[in-house]
C-alpha cells in the first residue's frame, strides 16, 4: 500500500495513517479550546482512540504522551503557588511566581510511570542507569538542603519528570512498530509546531489563545527590541530561543532520515515537508545564538556523512537550499545578527549579564561545591547575596546549563550527569552499524544531542528542552 505515494509495509500504513488522521484532529482542537481543562478533554478522546486501534492502554497512553510533548498544559488553573520571599530590588515589592500545574503531560507521565515499576524486568539495567540514579540522589539531597524548599522540591521533579521520559522512551521503543509510530508522531508533531511559527511570524502577534505557552509572561509576545523590531515565534513553547533549541535538535534527526540508504521513515514528503518547516521554524526564532549553533553542527553532520562514505552529493541540493533561505533573508538576519553589538554591551544589555550571572554562578560553587543552593534556587539566592547587582535588571539563572547544575545541584551531580552522558554516547557511537535500519536514526538523535549541549552553553535548556533532551537519549539507549 502506498501512503502519501510512498510504498511501505501494508498493516503500518494504514495504522500510521489512521493514527495522523487522529493527531490533525487533535490539534484542530487546540484553536477552539478556549480554556486549558477544556482542552484535557479531547486528548482524553484522542487516548481512546488509539486505545481502539492499538488494543494496547499503555502503547495509546505512550503515544499520547508524545503527541502533546511540548505542551505543558491541560489542566493550568490547578496550580500550586510558590512565593518567593524576596523583593525584586528595583521594584520593592514581592512577588508570587507559579512554577507547577498540573497538566494532561504531568499526569499521563505519572500513570506511565506505575508501568515502569510493574514491569520493570523488561528493562536491562545498565551500567549509565546507576549514574542517572545517583544523579537523582545527589539531586533529592540538594533539595533537602535547598535555600528554599517550595522551589527546590517542584524544580526537582521536573528533572525528575525528564529522567521519566528517559525510562518510558527505553521501555516501549524496544517495539519497532512502536518505534516507527512515535517516530511518525514526532514528525508530525514538528509539522504542527513549524506552521504554527511560521503563522505567527506572518501575523507579527500570537494567535490569541491558550495555544502559546508564553503568553502566560508576555501576553503580546517576545520581539526582537534592539535597534530592529521583529517579533519572534514561540510555537507552543515558552520562548523563542526554546523553540529554536528544539529546531537545532529536529534537524539532524530529519536529515539522517532524508540521506540514509535504509532510514526508518522512508515516506520523503513527509520528511521534506518536516525539514522545510522545521529550518523556516528556526528562522521564525530569530535566535542569533541558535543560527551560530547551527552552522557548526550542520558542517560537522555532513563532515561525519562525507568521510562514511554515506552522503550522496544529489543531497547537495538540500544544503543548498538551506544557504539560499539564507540569503534571500538575509537582510533580515544581519540586521538581527548585528544587533549584537548593540545588545551583548552596556550597562543593562544582556552580554553584561550574562557575564554577571556567571559571577553569581561562580560564587554560588565557591560556597556550596557538593549540594549546591537547591533545585530551581539560582534567582532567589542570587537576590539574597546581591554579589553582582544583575538581579536589579535582569531576574534570570545562569545561560548555560553546566553552571546551573553546579550552581543548583552541586559539582559531583554535574560531573555524574556528564558520566551518565558520556556512557550513552559511548555506546551508541560502537553500536551504529549493527542495524542498518536503525543507523541513520541514530546518527541523526546523536548530532540533536550535540546540538542541545552545544547550544545550552549559552541557554538554561531546561524545561521542554531538557525533557526532549532526556526523550532523545532515550530512544538511542532503546536501539
Known sequence: MKLFGYRITEGI??????VIIGQLILYLTLFFSFDNKIFFIPIIFFWFYLFWLLEDWRQAAW???????PFGWGLRNWQVEVPLTFNFLSLGREA?????ALSAKFLISIFLSLTLIFGYKKMKFRREDFFLFLFLFLGLSSFAFSFNQSLGMINYFNILQGVIFYFLTRYFLVNKKNL?????????????????????LLLGHPLGRIIEESLLASPYGLAATEDVFRFRATGTFTDPNTMAVFWLMVIPLILSQIIYKYPLIRNKLILSVALTISFLGLISTFSRGAFLVFLPITVAFVFFLVKKRIFSWRYKFLFIAMAFVFLLLSPVLVQRVSSLQ??????????????????ESWEMIKQNPLLGVGPGNFQTVMVANNYTGVASHFLYPVHNLYLLFASELGLPSLMIFLIFLFLILKKSFFSIQKAKTLEGLKIGLIFGV???????????????NLEFFFLFLGILASL
Open 13 to 18: 500504513s494504514k495504522l500510521v495513517f489512521k
Open 342 to 359: 548593540y545588545s551583548l554591551w552596556g550597562e543593562y544589555s544582556s552580554g553584561t549579564a550574562r557575564i554577571e550571572l556567571i559571577q
Open 96 to 100: 508570587p511566581f507559579f512554577h507547577f
Open 450 to 464: 550535540f546540538a542541545y549541549l552545544l547550544a545550552v552553553l549559552i541557554y538554561t535548556g531546561t524545561g521542554f
Open 63 to 69: 503515544l499520547t504522551l508524545v503527541a502533546i510533548f
Open 180 to 200: 516507527s509510530l512515535t517516530i511518525y508522531i514526532f514528525l508530525f508533531l514538528i509539522i504542527f509546531e513549524g506552521f504554527l511559527a511560521l503563522a505567527q
